[in-house]
């Protein structure tokens, strides 16, 4: 026998708005990944151009990348959270 | 490299152990069921979870392997930092609330929830112990790396500690434990970091990294090709040479060094070259080892890594003073470092490796391309190689056995989500440090040339012997948390999908804790054989190859179950049996693991290092074929 879920949580109203929003989130955060591994690999040299407060184009991008989960991640929690409130009063 | 080992430094590695011991008697007391030893009880605050995440997450290849590769390396070494954050992005918007609805122990639980399949719980099972061994030999390494310089022991006493110990808190608490653990850890980790990086603000960017640090010497000689006829310094004379690698073998007073030859861009007098001086071990024949000519007590083996010109807003200086985060990074793109390459061959009987100054420019060292081959000298594999990597940390995070089962120890999917959320602020925070940690060990000459996962340690040796212990002793609860993690990983997965499921035997509550103990007992032994053979590979090269397993057995399966209907378990059965089989034997048959073999990479089978982008996309394609020709199970069940 499968051990199933720990608990019952209940219906989840928002879970069809939760795993639309993550999958569009997801393809976002992903097109943006795909565009630093395709500059490397196609258009290299253009890692090394300076591009913001005497830093290059790699580690801003790469920064960016860190910083960018962060705020979707924060963003993508307070709207799940608001339209659990809101469905599963 | 000679390491001593200080009181202040055993004195807090004893707390530390203790203090993880102690935790571990605590909870032991309130872990009677399965599940308080699997998952906690899924009590734990959302808050300590993501926390505790990041304690799993940031492990001996996040703060040794990647500070060490960026030490060495330069930005490659970041593209790990990169490719493991991004990953979270998979676990959060993709996994980490339908998992938590759907399992309750492993994450096999997950995947098998709508089909009751035998082949499902033994393949996912499999996959979860290979997985959970190959995350295993990195950890285990680095508590060999750790344990030298801290306790002045040797590699395999370090990894023998480290198995015990985790042994203890494992087979005691199970994932209570751990979680604590981890949970103080990770903050630990996160706070000295972020210290360190200050001090290396504060203390800015020096020509000379320190007072005692080595002035290497230079000798003028008249050469012909690479014969020398006279040296400008007549205390050496030339005792032997490689052509091939342009090294010359100098004898003075007994005693033989390695230095490389240079031609002069323009003649100095009767000079025409240049002798710039290396570094060397040679192992002799009888297998005694010498380094830079001399016992290992001498202690002629110094630390290095410095800047050879350091420019400021177009002007060379020789010290730049405290510096901020940004003009950290600029000052080091238009300055110069002298980093150290490597060069292997065999004089007479003994086998050498010595080490040559290599100028490198900032530029070259903060873009991709030095260990990376993507820009000079690349080829169409170099290039798959680099996408394959960073195919396999993006898909891997989601996929590992011990980040799952976190999912498991809180109360709701929204605690999950919220702890992931945690959990990628506190890591990504962290992996922009890592950064500036393995940069800083590239310039202020720390860096042991035989070991690069030892550069974050031996950077906050820099700053004075207690920071060096934290961190160590910091570094080393690293290795005891993320090896707990994946021991109740392996452990669950034999005693609860192995055993309880696959083999159908009806255990007891306690019956099944106590296979779980015995298992972790099993792996924690196997773990420490693998740790001892493994040692001298980058750590972080090896938990990305661990990535590359996760990301292509278990992914796939992952995603499909939770979002294609038409999922059968015919079909994640072979998607994770393809997925596994393909990235192994991809990687046995790797350049890498050639050297490792000891034959030469050229020749290895498969040019690839890294499997992701051959079999990733191969096990989504198992699971969809598969599926669709085997729609009728699906039927049958739903009858």
Not at chain 2, 500 to 529: E, H, Q, T, Y
Request: aromatic residues 10%; hydrophobic residues 50%.
């Amino acid at each position: 026998m499968g051990h199933g879920p720990a608990s019952d949580w209940g219906e989840d109203k928002a879970a069809s708005y939760k795993s639309k929003l993550g999958i569009r989130l997801f393809i976002l955060y992903t097109i943006v990944y795909i565009g630093f591994i395709a500059i490397n690999t196609i258009e290299p040299a253009s890692m090394g151009l300076i591009v913001f407060a005497g830093l290059n184009l790699a580690v801003v991008y790469g920064f960016g990348l860190i910083i960018l989960a962060i705020v979707m991640g924060v963003i993508y929690n307070h709207l799940c959270t608001v339209t659990e409130d809101r469905l599963n009063q | 490299m000679i390491y001593e080992a200080s009181i202040i430094a055993v004195v807090i590695f004893v707390a530390f152990v203790i203090a993880v011991l102690g935790i571990s008697k605590y909870f032991a007391g309130k872990t009677q069921s399965s599940e308080g030893y699997y998952a906690a009880g899924g009590t734990i605050h959302w808050g300590v979870n993501g926390i505790a995440f990041a304690g799993d997450y940031l492990s001996a290849a996040s703060f040794l392997g990647i500070c060490g590769m960026i030490a060495f390396m330069g930005y490659d070494g970041f593209l790990y930092s990169i490719g493991y954050l991004a990953g979270w992005i998979v676990a959060l918007f993709l996994v980490a609330e339908p998992l938590k609805r759907a399992g309750k122990y492993t994450f096999t639980d997950a995947l098998d929830n709508r089909f009751n399949s035998k082949g499902i719980q033994i393949m996912a099972a499999i996959s979860t112990l290979v997985v959970s061994v190959c995350y295993l030999i990195p950890q285990m390494v680095g508590a060999g790396v750790l344990v030298t310089p801290l306790l002045g022991l040797p590699h395999y006493a370090g990894v023998i500690i480290v198995g015990t110990i985790v042994v203890l808190i494992v087979a005691t608490a199970g994932m209570a434990s751990t979680t604590y653990v981890q949970f103080l850890k990770g903050g630990l980790l996160l706070i000295f970091s972020t210290i360190l990086s200050v001090a290396l603000f504060m203390n800015g960017f020096k020509l000379t990294p320190s007072d005692d640090y080595h002035q290497f010497k230079a000798i003028k000689v008249v050469a012909s090709g690479s014969q020398i006829i006279s040296l400008a310094d007549q205390s050496y004379s030339v005792a032997g040479q490689n052509s091939k690698h342009n090294l010359i073998k100098l004898n003075k007073e007994g005693v033989n060094t390695w230095w490389q030859l240079e031609t002069l861009e323009s003649a100095d007098g009767d000079y025409n070259a240049i002798l710039k001086e290396a570094l060397s071990t040679t192992i002799q024949s009888n297998d005694s080892k010498l380094y830079n000519g001399e016992p290992r007590e001498n202690q002629k083996f110094f630390q290095v890594g410095h800047m050879s010109k350091i420019i400021v807003d177009g002007k060379e200086v020789s010290e730049t003073g405290p510096v901020g985060p940004f003009e950290f990074l600029e000052t080091l793109e238009q300055s110069e470092i002298v980093r150290f390459a490597k060069k292997k061959f065999m004089d007479g009987t003994n086998k050498v490796t010595v080490w040559v100054q290599n100028i490198t420019d900032g530029k070259t060292i903060m873009r991709p391309g030095l260990k990376f081959k993507v820009d000079k000298g690349s080829t169409f594999m170099s290039k798959l190689n680099f996408v394959s990597l960073m195919l396999a940390l993006f898909f891997g995070t989601a996929a590992l056995p011990h980040i799952l089962i976190r999912y498991y120890t809180v109360p709701s999917p929204k605690d999950a989500r919220k702890s992931t959320i945690v959990a990628i602020a506190a890591i990504g925070f962290f992996y922009i440090l890592t950064l500036y940690m393995g940069l800083g060990a590239m310039t202020n000459g720390v860096l042991d040339l035989e070991s690069s996962n030892m550069s974050a340690p031996l950077l906050a040796k820099f700053f004075g012997i207690t920071l060096f212990s934290i961190i160590s002793a910091i570094a080393f609860a690293t290795v005891l948390g993320t090896v707990s993690g994946l021991i109740v990983a392996a452990s669950g997965a034999v005693a609860q999908d192995i055993i309880s499921n696959f083999l159908g035997m009806k255990l007891s509550d306690k019956g099944s804790v106590r296979a779980g103990k015995i298992s972790a007992v099993v792996v924690g032994v196997f773990a420490v054989m693998l740790g001892i053979m493994f040692k001298g590979m980058n750590v972080s090269f090896l938990v990305g190859l661990a990535f590359a397993v996760a990301a292509s057995a278990n992914l796939p399966a992952i995603i499909m179950v939770i979002f294609w209907k038409k999922t059968t378990a015919p079909g994640i059965t072979s998607s994770i049996f393809v997925g596994m089989v393909t990235a192994l034997g991809i990687i046995l048959c790797s350049p890498s693991m050639w050297e490792k073999y000891g034959l030469d990479p050229v020749n290895a089978p498969i040019a690839l290092n890294n499997p992701g982008i051959i079999s990733i996309p191969l096990a989504f394609i198992t699971i969809v074929v598969v599926s669709l020709m085997t729609q009728n199970s699906l039927k049958t069940e739903s009858a």
